[in-house]
C-alpha cells in the first residue's frame, strides 16, 4: 500500500513529457534523473510515500525516523516531468503499485509519452566500442527513428527491460501513452557509471528539444570513479603477487 501527496498543481503550455526512472545498474537512472532535475531548477510537486524503511535510525540515544518517498518534479517552461526515487523496489506487488501512480500521473496532467532511462550490461562477447553507446527501444516503431537521430542506437534481437525502468513502459503501452526508454552500455553493473549517466542524458534532452545544461560535475565523477578503479586494479594485482602493499 502506498500513498500520494501533492504540494502543488503545475501549469503546462502543451501536454507535458515524463520521465520517469528509478535507480538501476550502476545507478544510471537515479545519476542522471537527480542530476537532471537539479541542473534545470525542477520542482517538487508531489510525491509516493512507500512503506520504507523498515527501521528508524539514532544518534546518541535519540530515534530519528524519516520515510522514503519517491519524487514528482516539473521543470517550469519545458512543459517536463520528472519521476525518480532513491531506490527501485524488488517485490513486483509493490513495483506494479508505483508504475500505475506514475501512470495515473501522466494522465492526470495530460502527458502523452514517457520516457525512462537505464543501463544495459555490454554481452562479454561483444568488442568494446571507443565510446559508449546508448540504446533505444520503443512502444512503437515510428518513434525509433526520432531517438536514432539523436544519437541512439535500436536494441536488435530479443531480451528484456527489468524493473521499474522497463515494466512502468509496458504498462505506459497498454494505457494507450507514447514509451520510450533509453539504455547507456555498461561493464560493471556493481560501480556507478557517471559518463554513461552522461551520454544517456545527451540523447534524452536531444529527444526533448532542450538544451543540455553543464555537465561538469559528472566528468568530475567519471574521474573520481577511474581513480578508485585503478587503485582497486593495482591492490588486486599485489595480492595476487602475494606481496605486502606498499607504505608510503
Not at 526512472?21 to 512507500?50: C, F, H, Q, T
Not at 537505464?118 to 516503431?141: D, F
Not at 534524452?204 to 570513479?225: F, H, V
Request: a negative charge.
Amino acid at each position: 500500500m502506498i500513498g500520494l501527496k501533492v504540494h502543488a498543481n503545475p501549469r503546462f503550455s502543451s501536454n507535458p513529457r515524463m520521465v520517469a526512472a528509478l535507480p538501476d545498474m550502476g545507478n544510471v537512472a537515479g545519476i542522471g534523473l537527480g542530476y537532471l532535475a537539479k541542473k534545470l531548477d525542477a520542482k517538487l510537486y508531489a510525491e509516493i510515500y512507500s512503506y520504507w524503511p523498515p527501521y528508524v535510525t539514532y544518534t546518541d540515544g535519540v530515534i530519528d525516523y524519516s520515510q522514503s518517498s519517491y519524487k514528482f518534479y516539473h521543470v517550469e517552461g519545458s512543459d517536463l516531468l520528472i519521476f525518480t526515487g532513491d531506490f527501485s523496489p524488488t517485490d513486483p506487488r509493490r513495483l506494479y503499485e508505483i508504475c500505475y501512480e506514475v501512470l495515473r500521473m501522466a494522465e492526470r496532467t495530460g502527458a502523452k509519452t514517457v520516457y525512462s532511462i537505464g543501463a544495459a550490461l555490454r554481452q562479454a562477447n561483444a568488442s568494446s566500442p571507443a565510446e559508449t553507446r546508448v540504446y533505444a527501444v520503443a512502444s512503437r516503431h515510428e518513434m525509433l527513428a526520432d531517438v536514432e537521430k539523436c544519437g541512439a542506437i535500436v536494441l536488435q534481437g530479443e531480451g528484456q527491460v527489468t524493473g521499474f525502468n522497463g515494466l512502468v513502459l509496458g504498462l505506459a503501452k497498454e494505457r494507450g501513452l507514447d514509451a520510450i526508454c533509453l539504455l547507456g552500455e555498461i561493464d560493471n553493473p556493481n560501480i556507478i557509471q557517471p559518463k554513461t549517466a552522461q551520454l544517456v542524458l545527451q540523447v534524452l534532452l536531444k529527444a526533448l528539444g532542450i538544451a543540455p545544461p553543464g555537465m561538469y560535475e559528472l566528468d568530475e565523477e567519471e574521474k573520481r570513479k577511474k581513480f578508485m578503479e585503478q587503485q582497486m586494479n593495482y591492490f588486486e594485482k599485489v595480492i595476487e603477487r602475494g606481496e605486502p602493499p606498499g607504505i608510503a
